[in-house]
């Protein structure tokens, strides 16, 4: 079935650090890609999507890249905020029949000052 | 109304209490999700209405637990006979068709004591 494997938090970075958080996939045909970020106390956002390989997502200073070849959407952003702080989790969304969504573990993401 | 909308947001519940969650979902959103999120865990999906059917229902944990939806609005879960390990935050989340990804509410609170 579908996965998405997410690298293993907690990730702590210095304020106006660069992030990379990798996010891999398993699945048949051609999925939906996304990411959604969490913020403390606070429900789940869509943060970015790609529907199609080589597609870019980006929002709020982050992006991720639909890599079909390495079957990958990492996640990153060149400058780091204390209010990026938040855990984040990267999905999938498989083509045809029902939309079934499929997350992976999230990963913390704490930036100090 | 403008979001996902869920209540109770948070409820405590003695052990062998029955339970019930509310999710209004966003108007003209087909699909509805059930997911679980225990503490500093990952998203565990429960199940998936489009429209009033259910489709997949293969992340409901036990017969305890139960959903409906009546039309294209509001569902309701409900978990009976609780158990302290029923204790998570439960989270709804609608989409209409396409990839256009999930809009999560900011979820129920559960704790069974």
Redesign the interface.
Known sequence: GDSVTQMEGPVTLSEEAFLTINCTYTATGYP?L?W?VQYPG?????LL?A?KADDKGSNKGFEATYRKETTSFHLEKGSVQVSDSAVY?CAL?SPGG?????????TKLQVIP | GAGVSQSPSNKVTEKGKDVELRCDPISGHTALYWYRQRLGQGLEFLIYFQGNSAPDKSGLPSDRFSAERTGESVSTLTIQRTQQEDSAVYLCASSSTGTGGLFFGEGSRLTVL
């Open positions: 939906s996304f959604y606070e429900g789940l956002q869509l999507k529907t989790f969304t029902y939309q079934k969504v499929t997350f992976g573990i999230g």
